[in-house]
């Protein structure tokens, strides 16, 4: 809330508070209701102030991955809200970074980053550094991130390996390098990680992905711990599925394919091709089933834990999705297996079925 808002506020708590005044003149039992009506008061006002917006004036944030998805449409909604937007790109000349050129104020500048590089980080925090103006370095919104799905067995190392570096190794980059940038800021600044539900929960042919997002949260708990001693606020924002060009059915079932294709003949044998042939059919499908169209709610999230004044620990978008990870959560873990694997084909596999003979 800016300071018209706040005065704003104020003014509509003057004839409660007269109200509240005028009752220590009359008898006890209406000055004690009076106290209580004014102590009631003033915590509604701090609440009322605190889960206002800050003043995007002389603010700027910095977000990766903004080439799709959520880091894309945050972007566009920052500018909009007045907020100076460094909008980092996996690649700087593609569509994502056109589009965005065109659509946003001359507030928002694109930065070329590929959060896996110590180099193009540097380069990023230069960039930043040398174009803030007279605007603080407000908040840093790690974003970036890749989906990787499928049999756990059949994923490559140098694959696991890569979904761990972009989405759990480069928010680390990425906070190293920027934190003295924060620190300089006048408010207190904040952090806010994408995470996921999946990083709570591990799905059954999901667990490269809920791998990198669990390490993504613990690193969340652990820094907001660590920099409070600087007000430095860190906010992590859990959504469930949606539909980005991260759950691409497409890509999802390309991947299967490639990772089939490099398994060995005694592991594909186990398996059995009808196996491999459902899990094609059924990742990508379940997978569309259960996300969301609902985007925008992660995005009115994602801005509400950028510019409200006092942010939560912790963000799930929607009351529904909060309700159900809620709900799990209190589950015992024998419930929890046979709910998470819904990515899982309900296929025999060869190797079971050799069993039965
Ligand atoms: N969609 C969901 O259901 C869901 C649910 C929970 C959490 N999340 C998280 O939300 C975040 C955004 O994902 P999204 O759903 O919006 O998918 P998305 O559209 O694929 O967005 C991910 C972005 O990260 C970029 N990126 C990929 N590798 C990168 C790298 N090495 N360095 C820098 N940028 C890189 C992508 O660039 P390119 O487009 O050029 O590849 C893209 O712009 C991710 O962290 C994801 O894990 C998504």
Redesign the pocket.
């Known amino acids: 809330m800016d300071i018209q808002g706040a005065a704003l506020v104020g003014l509509c708590y003057i004839p409660v508070l007269y109200f509240a005044y005028s009752a220590f003149a009359t008898d006890p039992v209406t000055a004690a209701a009076g106290l209580v009506i004014l102590a009631m008061s003033a915590y509604i006002l701090l609440e009322t102030m605190s889960h206002g917006s800050v003043s995007s004036s002389n603010k700027a944030v910095f977000i990766?991955?903004?080439?799709?998805?959520?880091?894309?449409s945050l972007a566009e909604r920052l500018d909009e809200l007045g907020f100076k937007v460094f909008a980092?790109?996996?690649?700087h000349d593609?569509d994502?970074a056109k589009a965005l050129r065109e659509r946003c104020s001359n507030r928002l500048h694109i930065v070329q980053?590929?959060?896996?590089s110590d180099q193009q980080v540097q380069e990023a925090l230069t960039f930043v550094r040398e174009n803030l103006g007279d605007s603080d370095l407000w908040a840093v919104v790690n974003?970036?991130?890749?989906?990787m799905f499928g049999e756990l067995e059949w994923v490559k190392i140098e694959d696991l390996q890569k979904v761990m570096d972009?989405?759990a190794v480069?928010p680390v980059r990425i906070i190293k390098a920027f934190l003295p940038l924060l620190r300089k800021s006048k408010e207190n600044p904040r952090i806010v990680n994408?995470?996921?539900?999946?990083g709570r929960f591990t799905l059954a042919c999901g667990v490269p992905y809920s791998m990198s997002?669990h390490a993504c949260i613990a690193f969340t708990d652990g820094l907001r711990r660590e920099l409070k001693k600087f007000n430095i606020d860190v906010v992590s924002v859990e959504?469930?599925?949606?539909k980005?060009?991260?759950?691409n059915p497409d890509t999802l079932k390309k991947n299967s394919e490639q990772q089939w294709e490099q398994l060995s003949t005694d592991v594909k044998s186990d398996y059995g091709q009808g196996y491999f042939d459902a899990l094609c059919k059924v990742l990508p499908a379940r997978f569309q089933a259960m996300?969301s169209d609902n985007v925008d709610a992660v995005i009115a999230t994602l801005v509400t834990a950028v510019t409200i004044i006092k942010p939560k620990r912790r963000y799930i978008p929607r009351l529904t999705a909060s309700f159900r990870v809620w709900i799990l959560e209190k589950l015992p873990y024998s419930i929890q297996d046979r709910l998470l694997v819904a990515f899982q084909p309900k296929v025999a596999v060869a190797w079971a079925k050799g069993r039965e003979t």
């Open positions: 990766t991955g903004c080439d799709s998805g959520f880091g894309y980092a790109c996996l690649f593609g994502g980053l590929n959060v896996s974003n970036a991130g890749i989906g972009v989405n480069g994408v995470n996921s539900v999946a997002k959504p469930t599925l949606y980005t060009p991260l759950g996300a």
